[in-house]
């Protein structure tokens, strides 16, 4: 007679060792005992280890694992460092030669299944459709995406403000659109009226009834800015805050999905949208968490939702002489600033040096600047959905010697007279600058 059996393994971590034991009983002579491992739903077996009885001698079929098993007592085979590519069903076969004749093999299988865990090897919080504008007349909605990669079995993964868990509506279907499933129920505005276009001021009463019939405020706060008499002192950091306000605590919507990949690990995402409110948003604290049957203790990403304040500008050449490229560029914020900002560049109370009349990014260039930007004001403003911050900066223009100045520079003019044209531009533009 001749039995076999393998006993039932639990989950394993990547990187454990296994031991997987093939007992048997018989009262024949043994001939050979073989494991396989089972691919393809079943379909193909692919030997990784034999034990020869007539010659006591092992062999490892797997040539890329080779000596990564171990047979002990010719019936038990050991995985030093188990791997994601290991996890499936094995079987051990046991062969006995037949009483009757020497030249006939009598077999007998068992089979387990090898499950193996592997912790998510990263986790990351981020910000959906960033950089995005911040909006004083109008609430918006917001989403934090969590990604989890390198996780199997696919992990739990939940958020938590101010270390408390929230509590949120599942979306199982990703949303058709903003518009049809946001919580728009927390809407309420409590406007300025002194800050209102007069487009929107001509509706009559702001704070009831439908949103606004545009979803662009900046192009109130641009009429605003636009004007040509407008006195900025250079030193001026501004702040937008929002003129509506929540009248209950926002609702949360959470969706969870995750996709495999190639390695055989899980990518997982959730996504956490409620209608941001900068007023009780800012400076608060979220966080990503993810349980897993692998990890002894929950896995964790944290950020802190913070509007720009502070922009820090640099201006090179520090001093720019006509036909130079100026470059002047954002280098960084007071705070640590999350969501990404959105920065964009206008020159008070003119276009800019292209014709444009604003220009994204964190860097703005004037190439081979003319003489009558001296003294221009620019301006940058820096805005992500909890709120914006405008700083400004003059440009100095002198005069550059290597380049001629006119006609009357070559017509013969007395080189006393070029030098008190060059000392009366430097004096204006020194009463230019401390002004």
Known sequence: YLTVSIEPLPPVVVGDAVTLKCNFKTDGKMREIVWYRVTDGGTIKQKIFTFDAMFSTNFSQMENYRKREDLVYQSTVRLPEVRISDNGPYECHVGIYDRATREKVVLASGNVFLNVMAPP????????????????????????????????????????????????????????GASSWAPR??????????????????????????????????????????????????????????RWVHMAEPIYYFRHTHAPV???TVEARATLT?????????????????????????????????????PKITMTPTRARVGDTVRILVQGFQNEVFPEPLFTWTRVGSRLLDGSAEHDGKELVLERVPA???????????????????????????????????????????????????????????ILELT
């Not at 604290?285 to 349980?291: A, M, N, T, Y």
Request: proline share 12%.
């Open 274 to 310: 409620w209608t941001l409110n900068p007023q009780i948003d800012n400076e608060a604290l979220f966080s990503c968490e993810v349980k897993h049957p692998a990890l002894s203790m929950p896995m964790q990403s944290e950020v802190t939702l913070v509007a720009p304040k502070g």
């Open 262 to 264: 190639s390695d055989g």
């Open 185 to 242: 129920n927390l809407l309420h505005r409590d406007l300025d009226d002194t800050k209102v276009p007069k487009s929107l001021a001509a509706d009559g009463e702001l704070g009831m009834g439908n949103p606004f019939p545009t979803p662009d405020p900046p192009r109130g706060l641009a009429a605003e800015r636009d004007s040509v008499t407008e006195t900025i002192p250079e030193t001026v950091v501004s702040r937008e805050f929002p």
């Open 121 to 176: 090897t990263s986790i990351s919080v981020l910000a959906a459709d960033t950089p995005a504008p911040f909006s004083r007349y109008q609430a918006q909605n917001f989403t934090l995406v969590c990604v989890v990669s390198g996780g199997k079995p696919a992990p739990l993964v939940y958020f938590k403000r101010d270390g408390e868990p929230i509590e949120a509506t599942p979306l199982p279907e990703p949303p058709a």
């Open 372 to 430: 009558e930007l001296n003294g221009s004001m620019y301006r940058c403003t820096a805005q992500n959905p909890l709120g914006s911050t405008d700083t400004h900066t003059r440009l100095i223009v002198f005069e550059n010697p290597n380049i001629p100045r006119g006609p009357e520079d070559s017509n013969g003019s007395l080189p006393s007279h070029c030098g008190f044209r060059f000392v009366l531009a430097l004096t204006l533009t020194v």
